[in-house]
C-alpha cells in the first residue's frame, strides 16, 4: 500500500493558543482501472487524522435538545466556506475546563460512522447511533482554556453531524487540583482569624479556579453584640451557607446580569429611551426643583433632557439624577439633599416597603427632575438602578426578583440567593445581621417609620427596604460567597452547563471603558487596567480574574 497526500497535507496551526498540530493526511491503496483515482480518494468533506486507538468515553442517550449552548456547529464545514480544504470546516473550539464536559452529539439519521477527536484525542463514536441524541462525557480530554473539537470522515457523504457544547460548571475541587499550597491560605486566615478576635462580626469566604470550588470557610457569628454594644455570646457561628446582605453589588448580580442577558437574547436595546419603556410620564410628570449649587436650567429643558434619556446613559452613571434623594424620608429636603427637621420632602413615596410604596416610588422617580446635563458629570446614584428594575419588569412583564429566579438562580442550582430572605424560607438566623439599632446610626438619624432593632435577615439598605419592598436593582440581594463565585463565573464563559447567559460582545460591551477618558468605567461595572491582565472587576468586596475568583464577604461593622 503506498501512502498519498492531498493538497491538505501537512496543514499546521496553532488552534486558540494550544499549540496544537493537526495533519491532514489521506491514505489509499493504488488506483487500478478497476478502481478509479475518484474513488480511491477519501471524501473530500472529510478531516482525516493518523490513526489513533480511539478514546471508550460514557455515551448515554438524551430525549431533549432544548437549552442553551456555548456553540452548535453543523459538521461538515459547519463554517459555511466553499473551500472544503480549510481545516476550521472541521474544528470548533471551546471554552473548557479540565476534568468537566459534556458534548451534545447528533448523528442524522443514515449515519453510517464518523470520527470525533476533542484536543487531537479520538473518541469512540460506535456507541452514537444514526438519529439519536447523545450526551458524551469528555471529561478525560479537556484542558483549562481553549478546547478543539475536530468532526470530519462523515458517512455516506452529505450526512451531517451536530455537536452541542455547553458551559463549564463549578465543580467540587481540592487545592492540590488546582496548584495551590494550603499553607497560602494560612496567613489570610491568620488574618481574617485577628479581625473577629478583635471585634470585626464575621466574614465568608470562597475560592474558585479553573472551575473547581477548592475552598471554602467561615468566621465569626451571624449576630455579634448586643443591641447596647456588649458581646453576644449566644449567637450561631456563621456556616458557609450563611446569607450575606450584598449591598451594591446587587448592582452587578441583578440588573446589569438582567440587562446583558435580554441584550444577548434581543429583548432589550442599551439605546432605548427610558420614556418609551416606562411611559410619557416618566417626563410629563417631572416637577421644579432647584438642587443647592447647581445651576436650574429650568423644567422645560430638564423635560427634554429626560425625555432623550436612554439604557445606557443609566448604566453610564451619567443621566443627571441625585445620588440619593431619600423617596423613604419624610423630611428630606430635596434643595438642601439632606434631612431637615420639619422640612417636607416634595417627592416622599412611603416608609412601609408594600407593594403599593414601590409603586408610588416610581412615581416619584417620575417627578425628579434631573441635578446635571446628562453626559456631563459621573455621579453613583442608586436612583439609576432603583429605574433599571422598573425598566427590567417593563420589558420582561415580571417581577424583579421572579425573573432572575426563573432566569438565574433555579437554572444554576443557587438555593441561597435571594432578595427579602425571611419571606423566602430563611430564618434571621441563616443571615449575617448588618446593623445595630436599625438606620439611626445609634440615635443619629431618625424619620417616620425608620427601624431601631439590629437588622438582621432584611436589606440594610434604606432607599430599597422603605421604599422598594426590599426588591431593587441597586442593593436588596442576599447570598453567600460560594454562590456569588458561581454567579461570576458567568462573567468568566458567558453561560453555565446547559444554560446560555451573555454574548462575547455583550460581555465585552458591558466591560469595556465607556469613554476614553472615563478608562475605568464600563457599563455598571469598573473594569481593571489592563496591565494587570485581569478580566472585569465589579463594585466591591471581591476580585475576579480570568483564571480564579476569590470571595471575601463581610458583615458590616456593627455600631454600637
Known sequence: ????????????????????????????????????????????????????????????????????????????????????????????????????????????????????????????????????????????????GRNTIQVGGIRPRGKKVTVRVGY??????????VGIDRDALELLEQIIQADVNNGFPSAQMAIVKNGKLVYQNA????????????????????????????????????ANYALQYLVTQGK?????????????????????????????????????????????????????FPADPQYHNDSFDQCAQKTVPGATNVLFSGWDGSAATRAATLKSIFKTPLMYKPGTKTVYSDVDYMLLAFAIEAITGKGLDAFLKETFWDPMGLTHTTYNPLLNGFAANDCAATELNGNTRDGAIS??????????????????????????????????????????????????????????????????????????????CDPLPKAQNLQPSFPSRFICSSKRAHFLLKSKPTSF
Open 447 to 524: 424619620f417616620t417609620g425608620v427601624r431601631t432593632a439590629t437588622i438582621q435577615g432584611q436589606v440594610h439598605d434604606e432607599k430599597c427596604y422603605y421604599a422598594m419592598g426590599g426588591i431593587s436593582g441597586h442593593a436588596g440581594l442576599f447570598s453567600n460567597a460560594t454562590e456569588l463565585a458561581k454567579l461570576a463565573s458567568v462573567m468568566l464563559t458567558g453561560g453555565y452547563g446547559e444554560n446560555r447567559y451573555f454574548s462575547r460582545n455583550v460581555m465585552d460591551a458591558f466591560t469595556a471603558p465607556k469613554k476614553e477618558d472615563a478608562a475605568n468605567w464600563g457599563l455598571g
Open 168 to 177: 463549564p460548571t463549578v465543580q467540587e475541587g481540592s487545592l492540590q487540583d
Open 1 to 144: 500500500m503506498s501512502t498519498k497526500f492531498s493538497r491538505k497535507t501537512f496543514l499546521k496551526g496553532s488552534v486558540a493558543g494550544l499549540g496544537m498540530m493537526a495533519l491532514n493526511v489521506c491514505t489509499a491503496g493504488a488506483a487500478s482501472a478497476a478502481e478509479p483515482a475518484a474513488a480511491a480518494a477519501e471524501d473530500t468533506n472529510s478531516l482525516n487524522l493518523v490513526p489513533k486507538k480511539a478514546a471508550s468515553v460514557k455515551v448515554t442517550s438524551r430525549g431533549s435538545v432544548s437549552g442553551g449552548w456555548q456553540g452548535e456547529p453543523v459538521f461538515p464545514n459547519w463554517k459555511g466556506y466553499t473551500d472544503d480544504t480549510l481545516a476550521m470546516n472541521h474544528m470548533y473550539t471551546f471554552v473548557g475546563y479540565a476534568g468537566q464536559g459534556t458534548l451534545c452529539v447528533e448523528p442524522e439519521a443514515g449515519v453510517t460512522g464518523f470520527n470525533l477527536f476533542v484536543n487531537n484525542r479520538q473518541i469512540n463514536t460506535a456507541a452514537m447511533a444514526a438519529g439519536g441524541v447523545w450526551n458524551v462525557d469528555i471529561s478525560g480530554q479537556t484542558i483549562n
Open 219 to 254: 468566621w465569626g457569628k451571624v449576630n455579634s453584640y448586643n443591641p447596647d454594644g456588649t458581646p453576644k455570646t449566644d449567637s450561631p457561628a456563621v456556616t458557609n451557607n450563611t446569607l450575606y446582605d450584598l449591598a451594591s453589588n446587587t448592582k452587578m448580580y441583578t
Open 268 to 320: 432589550a436595546n442599551l439605546d432605548s429611551r427610558l420614556v418609551d419603556l416606562l411611559g410619557s410620564a416618566f417626563v410629563e410628570d417631572t416637577i421644579d426643583i432647584t438642587y443647592n449649587g447647581y445651576e436650574n436650567p429650568g423644567l422645560k429643558v430638564n423635560k427634554q433632557w429626560k425625555a432623550e434619556l436612554t439604557l445606557r446613559d443609566i448604566l453610564r452613571h451619567q443621566a443627571g
